[in-house]
């Protein structure tokens, strides 16, 4: 086997392979004895076959085993004596082999760009205070609240109105059919918080427990159920009970429910401490992203169009997944999947361009990642997603992302060295107000001129 390397960009390697006649013949070989082994046939016994019958009776799949036995082989044994380390799936373009004649193919992959890294020691940035003022810690006191409020029935005879929260049965027609998937029995609902289409709200509001109406109601054509987009119902609506929202006191009964703390007072400060690690946790990653930014503008080099491909799919996934909690599909965007794929583009060539930066510094450094570093990522991600460790692992193994996974726990490490080696200034923090108008700033930079 002889081959040959191209370089058709600074990332891109495309390998041209020539197989002379011996190989094909020598693998086409093997994969008939491999087959031969497990054949049976009427006269002759288990593994006695003659090779000629086995070809003969399966001559597609030897040769397409053969083929793709040997070009797996041919791969691994190049990248090993190139030392190349693909950053993209390695695609093939073969033909068929044929017995008695020589055979071509080539692979083509990309690779990481090779740039002049820039200082990036000792660098000088501005780290927020972590601190909790007052109001946070009550807002928090009031999720908690809430999150605890009971309901009891409403003995006012009134209608449903506002922002109550109410039971009902209810039941969809089409043509006078009613429809299995659209009905519910004792359906919890709390008016005006958008858990319904505002049609359905807008029938209950009004009546009082125990009072049925019925009405049309026309599905929205991005809802969530494609076999529901669009399509007018009649919808029967049968209000049960209106509920009263009753917030807990603030006492010991409550501290003890919301997390058996012996007072509201140790309550606040758990609030409070809790609050200021994970504030500190954020400034720390706003402190990080200004480095990385302010690193990441010094250097120029192209960007492989897989890992950028790939993070706009993960970043429409995410989109898509934000859409489905709210009942809606990326149909709702009014815009063609090309048009929200360009509008993600920028970011994840952002995204990219820092992993990339990142994995160079992790490669001047010597940083390496150790199968507990790897085990520890998994148990973070399965305690945060409520999945089994073993599971996770086991899925990112058998489909190929463990290099992934490697990349992300050494580009989180450069990017703590870079941290560390900086020369960090605390500073008071910035008021929210100002907080909303930097970012908005930064994303749209002519709203400041």
Known sequence: MKYEVLEPSPI???????????????????????????TEIKGFRKGKVPSSIVESMFKKQIYEEAANDLINYHINDIMNELQLTPL????????????????????????????ELPSYE????????????????????????DNLAEFTTLEEDRPASGTDVVV???????????????????????????????????????????????SEI???????????????????????EIKEKKLPALDAEFAKKAGNFESVDKLREAIQKSYVESRAQVNKSAAQKKLLDSLTAQVN??????????QIDRMIMELKGRLERMGKRLDALGKTPQEIRDEHRPQAESLVKSQLFLLAVATKENIQVSPMEIDDFFRDMAKKTNQDFHGLKHFHEQNNLMSAVKDRILADKAME???????????DPVAPEAREKQAQEEKDPASSE
Request: glycine content about 6%; aromatic content about 8%; proline content about 5%.
């Open 12 to 38: 891109k390697r495309i390998v041209k392979v020539a197989v002379p006649k011996e190989e094909i013949n020598a693998a086409l070989a093997a994969t008939v004895a491999l087959r031969r082994r497990t």
């Open 88 to 115: 993209s799936r390695i695609d093939v373009d073969a033909g068929d082999i044929v017995k008695d004649q020589p055979f071509e193919y080539s692979f083509n992959f990309e690779v990481a760009p090779v740039f």
């Open 122 to 145: 000792g660098l000088a940035v501005n780290l927020e205070r972590a601190q909790a003022s007052e109001p946070e810690i009550q807002l928090v006191l009031d999720r908690i609240r």
């Open 168 to 214: 009902v049965n209810f039941q969809a027609f089409e043509n006078g059919e009613p429809l299995s998937d659209v009905k519910a029995e004792n359906f919890q609902l709390a008016l005006g918080q958008g858990q319904a289409l505002p049609e359905f709200e807008a029938m209950i509001q009004g009546i009082k427990a125990g009072d049925s109406t019925e």
């Open 218 to 240: 026309t599905f929205p054509g991005d809802f969530l159920n494609e076999a529901l987009a669009g399509k007018t119902v009649l919808m029967r609506i049968t209000l049960k």
């Open 301 to 310: 080099f192209p960007l492989p169009d897989s890992m950028v491909d790939e």
């Open 417 to 427: 060295h870079i941290y560390r080696s900086a020369e960090i200034t605390e500073i």
